[in-house]
């Protein structure tokens, strides 16, 4: 069996969308729609993958990675030259099938892909087009039919009235048998209203050969939504948040209202969970069960365990057990490791650290750069010195250390088992296992200070 492949159209500008990078890479629910794209080929077990880049194309080279092998569209002359500049793709792949789809419709999933190709295998197609009916098919190619089978498919902008009226529209993704795309490739002409050579227009050319082609009419009318613009963008975030947090109800996540909760289609929530309003989830982040999430927290590529809560606050790239309190206004920057019954409270900001079990940081502190170990408790407005101008070095804070008020720890230093620190200290040595570390002046009370200042200032003193 040859193996089938995709080519992926990705070159556009997108001038309508106003935006600086390549429109491809604008993001749906915060995933680029092309890594939407990939993924539902990856679904679809479409191992040779090929993508048209173009405008800013170093760009979209290197959001995919290894995802894809990439070609280049010098100038944009439409969809069917596009598919050309993959014309070497396509013979090292002459016996199989190619599946073409948008990089700008991310919704097209991989059991859809699938089942076209069973269509277009079993009715011996040269081409099998994706198709859905829309309410509204404003932008879209309409797919004309002649006896119940598709004829051609017309763009907007070359359409007339009646065909305007036709809700079945072209998705933008199709099978075709590679020998028969490169058929007719070549002959495509751009004698239309955009001055493009149209994908779109070798639907017809396949059908003058006496060739098959089908239309795959999907019920999603979803997979054939594209965004050309900032309100498509918009629509499409839109809809498929409302969709994510309701397949996420029906899995035993909690939700008291959608109000601002956004989560993109990667993260993992499990049942008991309560994700209150404000509440962000981003990447490939992960949370346990029975947990409380928000109100308005912002949380990327973390994994957050079970019965844990966090309360206004961000977490980045970092690791939370379970059992641990965040928040109010926490900030825990990328590779931290928060182990569990851990509290961080108010206006924390923990970075690139280790915290042990059953540690407390409640109030005004900063912990970078460190290791910390079990129970230890951080008293209000600590800091951590990790960073001397030059370098950054880290603490080392052990087991049952009670750290001080005020403390400054200048790394690189150690607090050691159960040390003390004592408080508006500025700690430079490393206090041994079960001492007190001390650093500052004694105090000196000036008797009756204030009453002269008080009386070079006229006012009456009161006893
Ligand atoms: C295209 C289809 C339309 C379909 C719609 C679905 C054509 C002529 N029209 O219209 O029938 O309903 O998609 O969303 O095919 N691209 C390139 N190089 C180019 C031109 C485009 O790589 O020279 C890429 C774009 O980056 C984009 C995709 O191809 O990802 C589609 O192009 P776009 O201009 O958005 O086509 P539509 O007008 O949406
Ligand atoms: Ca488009």
């Known amino acids: 069996m040859p193996s089938d492949c995709a080519i992926i159209l990705a070159a556009g500008e997108g001038q309508r969308m106003g935006s600086d990078v390549p429109k491809v890479l604008c993001e749906v629910l915060f995933k680029p729609m092309i890594g939407w794209v990939i993924g539902a080929c990856q679904d679809a077990k479409i191992g040779d993958r090929c993508v048209v880049v173009g405008f800013k194309s170093e760009q979209v080279v290197d959001f995919l990675g290894d995802d894809a092998k990439t070609v280049f569209q010098d100038k944009r002359r439409g969809t069917a030259h596009a598919v050309l500049c993959a014309k070497s793709f396509l013979r090292e792949h002459i016996n ?63 359409s007339n009235e009646q065909e305007r009226k036709i ?51 999907s019920e999603n009318p979803l997979v054939a939504m594209g965004a050309n613009d900032r309100l498509n963008l918009f629509k499409l975030n839109e809809i498929y948040r409302k969709i994510l947090i309701e397949r996420f109800m029906n899995h035993g996540v909690e939700f008291l209202s959608m109000d601002g909760i956004i989560i993109s289609p990667d ?41 844990t809560l966090v309360n206004s606050s961000q977490i980045y790239q970092s690791v939370v057990d379970n059992n641990v309190k965040i928040g109010p206004f926490c ?36 912990v970078g750069d460190s290791d910390v170990g079990k129970n230890v408790n951080f008293g209000c407005g600590v800091v951590t010195i ?22 400054n720890l200048v790394a690189p230093v150690a607090v050691g088992k159960n040390g003390y620190t004592g408080a508006g200290s500025t700690i430079t040595k490393d ?11 004694k105090q000196v009370n000036v008797a009756e200070f204030s009453k002269s200042k008080l009386a070079g200032r006229k006012l009456k003193v009161q006893d």
């Open 267 to 307: 993260v993992k929530i499990g049942t008991g969970t309560k994700i209150l309003p404000g509440t962000i989830l981003k990447g490939k982040t992960c949370v346990g069960k029975n947990c409380v999430i928000g109100p308005n927290s912002l949380i990327e590529d973390s994994k957050i365990g079970d019965e």
């Open 331 to 366: 900030h825990i920057r990328p590779n931290s490791r928060i182990s569990h019954h851990v509290k961080i409270g108010d206006f924390v900001e923990v970075k690139n650290s280790k915290i042990g079990a059953g540690t407390s940081i409640s109030h005004l502190t900063y």
């Open 431 to 441: 206090v041994p296992d079960y001492a007190l570390g001390i650093e500052r002046g």
């Open 167 to 217: 809700h079945e529209v072209n998705s933008g993704a199709y099978w075709f048998c590679v020998k028969d795309l490169l058929d007719v490739l070549e002959h495509i002409k751009p004698i239309n209203n955009q001055n493009e050579y149209y994908l779109t227009d070798a639907i017809a050319l396949i059908l003058a050969r006496k060739k098959t082609a089908t239309a795959y009419l």
């Open 96 to 158: 199989a099938n190619v599946f073409v789809c948008c990089g700008d419709s991310p919704f097209l999933d991989g059991k859809t892909i699938i089942s076209a190709l069973d269509m277009h295998k079993s009715n011996g197609a040269a081409v099998t087009v994706i198709t859905a009916n829309l309410e509204n098919p404003k932008g879209y190619g309409r797919i004309v039919r002649t006896g119940g089978n598709i004829s051609k498919i017309v763009e907007e902008k070359d």
């Open 386 to 407: 990790n960073y001397d101008g030059v370098n950054k070095n880290r603490c080392k804070i052990k087991d049952g250390a009670f750290i001080g008020c005020n403390t």
